[in-house]
């Protein structure tokens, strides 16, 4: 089985600030590599699909990159609405898998 | 507009079977995978299995021998039916919509909250 791993497990940031969370998967992946946002009490929200591309409706201060293992979510400039947790996923054979998670919160 | 509606029962016995349905409204059954997702209280998310608008199922390998997913072409409905329930299966319960060419979760359910509990 392909595991997922995501760092940091928390995030401080301050309004304004770039973040990245990395996603790594223990072997080498293909480009079925999605990130989400979940906040307290609601269900997750797609932001980003097949690594790279942005969902409709997103804003474009998200962005997502990587291939092969290693795997990034990008926020260019935190905004109030971003304090939240993030989770990457991926599909392989018929098997979708997600990461622990990342909460960012402010510093 | 898409929406996923979700309902079940809130409350279960250990050894009960979980049940659970969501209704698809304002979109084509077809042309998608239909998941469950779960979530345990302050944890993270777990993808439980699928099923296509034919009836194709996938599963996760843990749970696939207590899992069941059904649906209801006729009134756009999928079910999940998950047996033998433990105080392990507590739980935040979502249905979600796979968009097949990106094989990922675009549209969620409200989410169903299930306790198991003697």
């Known amino acids: 089985d392909i595991q997922m791993t995501q760092s940091p497990s928390t995030l401080s940031g301050s309004i304004g600030d770039r973040v990245t969370i990395t996603c790594r998967a223990s072997?080498?992946?293909?480009?079925?590599l999605a990130w989400y946002q979940q906040k307290p009490g609601k269900a997750p929200q797609l932001l980003i699909y097949?690594?790279?591309s942005l969902e409709s409706g997103v804003p474009s201060r998200f962005s997502g990159s990587g291939s092969g293992t290693e795997f990034t979510l990008t926020i260019s400039s935190l905004q109030p609405d971003d304090f939240a947790t993030y989770y990457c996923?991926?599909?392989?054979?018929?098997?979708?898998?997600f990461g622990p998670g990342t909460k960012v919160d402010l510093k | 507009q898409v929406q996923l509606q979700q309902w079940g029962a809130g409350l279960l016995k250990p050894s009960e079977t979980l049940s659970l349905t969501c209704a698809v409204y304002?979109?084509?059954?077809?042309?998608?995978?239909w998941s469950w997702i779960r979530q345990p209280p302050g944890k993270g998310l777990e993808w439980i299995g699928e099923?296509?608008?034919?009836?194709?199922?996938n599963y996760s390998p843990s749970l696939k021998s207590r899992v069941t997913i059904s649906l209801d072409t006729s009134m756009s409905q999928l079910s999940l039916r998950l047996s033998s329930a433990t105080a392990a299966d507590t739980a935040m319960y979502y249905c979600?919509?796979?968009?097949?060419?990106?094989?990922?979760?675009?549209?969620w359910g409200q989410g169903t909250m299930v306790i198991v509990s003697s």
């Open positions: 304002g979109g084509s059954f077809s042309g998608y995978y």
């Open positions: 099923i296509n608008h034919s009836g194709s199922t």
């Open positions: 097949k690594a790279s």
């Open positions: 072997q080498s992946i293909s480009s079925w």
């Open positions: 996923q991926h599909y392989n054979n018929y098997i979708f898998s």
């Open positions: 979600a919509r796979v968009a097949v060419a990106t094989n990922a979760f675009d549209i």
